[in-house]
């Protein structure tokens, strides 16, 4: 993969209510962008991002997968997550690694509870979000009354980049407003400009005035020009909606039809334009280890190095497989670091970076990015890796406690020893999961996020350990 800086990468975490088609949408950005030489389909089980047996046998997604997305000149890291709520501990590591979020959203269905946790998580995280109105080919669907919706639910900030092209069944593109051409998306997901029709040139006219408005919201010199002149060139406008979206004093939306193919490339150019890289987020906060004393790293790679990991898997080929995000300096390959949570120094082989279930190895990770590596034997979910002349500890991510208990009791007493293997090696994966002895019962406890956590958890242990 080709190289990319601080400055030209986005990570973004794909949320929203379940089934809004949000890993739909994370497959044909893959498409579009040529990451992937066909259209992975969730249903035809050839999603990239939903590759896990599980997954795949239930059509939805439980753990959060990551994969680049390459677009014009640009590295966007996704982060496919779960919108079922028994999994939302992946949505909350998620979103802490994350500068920006793309909310999906059901035409069909509006906003809908999940919808408004997700909504509520990003918030938490002061994350900038563009909100995709996906499914519009769809039956009873209309984009101006989910926006209505949306601005009635989320602060009356949410505004159109892109208008639709006809309606339901009939959809065959996007208005770009700002340039005010359109773009009409073909099965092979290539997008070719059209003119305007003279019915449109009125609509997109009276949008482009309320984008002009919003750009307003970002800079006080356009506001002053605007209110003397009457008027902002795109440029200007570009700007100021920039830095509008990214401080979350307005929301940008963006139509889509990802079975379609329709509203894809628009859904990445507003991630690319308007989403925040590491370089224009503020510094990450830490502490130094056993005192109060507040570090700061920046996004640079002449700071030392310093990282955190958000995810901790197994992988079929190469073993327990550590997910991190780099804050600062640069993470090389085939070296040492410290992990200052555990107070215990990790040998580095080869660092990764993530495309779904493969891996393609990088000689660095450099500050901003997300990579991975195998076999650290003492890091966890959670943890801070950093230089150890140099440590730092950020804060851990917080997830929920578990809700949902339910007994586990081995086929025959000599699988016992295997149970407790399997079961300490699941919670190593998923901090979302706990085990304990009752004492009264003398029976071993697992506890998760709801029915579905728990069963997913028990059919791993009994496919993974018999």
Known sequence: MKEFSTENIRNVALISHSGAGKTTIGDAMLFVSGGNDRFGRVDDETSILDFDSEEI???????????PVE??????????????????????????????????????????????????????????????????????????ITLEQLNSSFDGRV???????????????????????????????????????????GIVQDAKEQLKEAACDGDDDLLEKYLEEGDLTDQEVLRGLRIAAMTRKVFLAVPAS?????????????????????????????????????????PEGSEPFSALVFRTTADPYVGKLTVFRVYSGKFTSNGSCFNSTR?????????????????EPVSHVVAGDIGAVAKLQETLTGDTLCRQEAPILFPEIKFPAPVYSVA????????????????????????????????ETSETILSGLGEVHVDVTTTKLKKKFG
């Open 408 to 439: 586990v009791h081995p086929r025959t007493k000599g699988d016992e020893d295997k149970i407790s293997s399997g079961l300490a090696r699941l919670t190593e994966e998923d901090p979302t999961i706990t085990v304990e002895r009752n004492a």
């Open 57 to 67: 046998r239930r059509k939805t997604t439980i753990s959060t997968s990551v994969a």
């Open 71 to 144: 677009w014009k000149n640009c590295k966007i890291n996704i982060l496919d997550t779960p919108g079922y709520f028994d999994f939302v501990g992946e949505v909350r590591s998620s979103l802490r690694v994350s500068d920006a979020a793309l909310i999906v959203v059901d035409a069909t269905g509006g906003v809908e509870v999940g919808t408004e946790l997700v909504w509520q998580y990003a918030s938490e995280y002061e994350i900038p979000v563009v909100f995709a109105v996906n499914k519009l080919d769809r039956e009873n669907t209309d984009f101006q």
């Open 159 to 201: 505004i159109p980049l892109y208008l639709p092209v006809g309606k339901e069944a009939s959809i065959k593109g996007v208005v770009d407003i700002l340039k005010g051409v359109l773009l009409v998306s073909s099965p092979d997901g290539k997008v070719k400009e059209e003119p305007l029709t003279p019915d449109l040139e």
């Open 258 to 298: 990802a079975a379609k193919l329709i509203g894809v490339a628009p859904v990445l150019d507003a991630l690319k334009d308007f989403m925040p890289s590491p370089a224009d987020v503020s510094a990450a906060v830490g502490t130094a280890p056993g005192s109060d004393e507040e570090i700061r790293r920046n």
């Open 343 to 359: 107070g215990r120094t990790e040998r580095i082989g080869q660092l990764y970076t993530m495309k779904g279930k493969t891996q």
